[in-house]
């Protein structure tokens, strides 16, 4: 699917960034991937890092529709990976998190309707499924946006979807390294010790997402089946002898996580290893017999009653 393609990353240099370059340029041929992102000094130590003329990059931003438009003139599949994601930073900076993931989001879909770009595919998260904080809130509205965006496309061949999971094991912002850090200082800090999450390591998000490009035809949101974990597992895994201060929940924070609501469950399909939320209102030629199975009436994929849980010594390998 990505052999011989033309593919534009935003948000190229952040976690889930780096680890889709490293994979496409070591299992595909692409004929260019370009790097979107606003750091300038990340781009170049990337850049160094991999030396391949397959990669270009581009300094820009994403609530800058002309930029965004010139980085995506005869692009084939536009990978949208850039938000502000730090659910503290959202709250505090509201204004911010709304050009970057609503505005950015019109912005992606505008250009590439404008530049003719056949796929286009955005990475969401668990906080999108009854958002308690802006952050999720935010990528809420991107998901409309994306999905709805197939509306405008008439007969353009182009199509628009969405990946939804759980939260990404080491990226910017994971748990892990914060766990870690408390170690070294002699006490971890967890909010509530009933707290579970969806866990997905980065290598099979990004196997996830293209996966997902291949599979698209336009208005699904696909969702990954992963394990839960439980933060006291955790937390045990990474300091075993360290003090544990229970401090109650941050403000918009969950005590526990859902990928799939109740609401969505009946517009959603059941396939092997992923789910489909299909579009409720396609108001574009889609076809809904794409095989799958009906989800039970009133199904949640939630991480407190999910079937697949990591185990201490799981988290211990993945970690390691």
């Known amino acids: 699917m990505l052999n011989n393609k033309k ?13 889709f370059v490293e994979m496409v340029l070591k299992n595909y041929n692409p004929a260019v991937l370009r790097v979107f992102d606003n750091n300038e000094c990340k781009e170049v130590e990337m850049e160094r890092k991999f030396e391949d003329e397959r990669l270009r990059f581009f300094i820009g931003d994403v609530r800058d529709f002309d930029r965004l438009k010139m980085a995506m003139r005869g692009v084939d599949i536009v990978v949208h990976a850039a938000a502000l994601k730090h ?13 970057t993931n609503i505005d950015g989001a019109i912005n992606i879909v505008k250009a590439a309707l404008n530049e003719g770009v056949e796929k286009v595919i955005a990475l969401s998260t668990d906080k999108a499924a009854y958002p308690v904080n802006l952050y999720g809130a935010s990528k809420m509205a991107m998901e409309k946006i994306f999905i709805q965006g197939n509306t405008y496309s008439a007969k353009q061949n182009i199509r628009f979807s969405c990946t939804r999971y759980g939260n990404v094991v080491g990226s910017s912002g994971s748990v892990v390294p914060l766990f870690k850090a408390q170690a070294k200082v002699g006490k971890i800090t967890i909010t509530d010790e009933k707290m579970t999450r969806f866990w997905i390591t980065l290598e099979r998000g990004v196997e996830f997402v293209i996966k997902s490009i291949e599979k698209m035809e336009g208005g699904e949101i696909f969702i990954p089946k992963i394990p839960s974990m439980k933060i006291m597992d955790l937390a045990d895994v990474i300091a075993p002898e360290i003090e544990k201060e229970i401090i109650g929940k941050r403000p918009g924070e969950k005590l526990h996580e859902v990928l799939i609501t109740k609401e969505e469950s009946s517009h959603a399909k059941e396939h092997d290893n992923y789910y489909t939320i299909e579009p409720d209102f396609p108001f574009w030629p889609y076809s809904k017999d794409r095989g799958g199975k009906e989800l039970p009436e009133g199904f949640i994929y939630s991480s407190d009653t999910n079937t697949q849980w990591l185990t201490k010594e799981d988290l211990k390998k993945i970690i390691e």
Do not use: Q
């Open 7 to 19: 593919i534009l990353l935003t948000g190229g240099v952040g976690s889930f960034g780096s680890k």
């Open 87 to 99: 659910i503290t930073v959202c709250e505090y900076n509201p204004i911010e998190a709304i050009k």
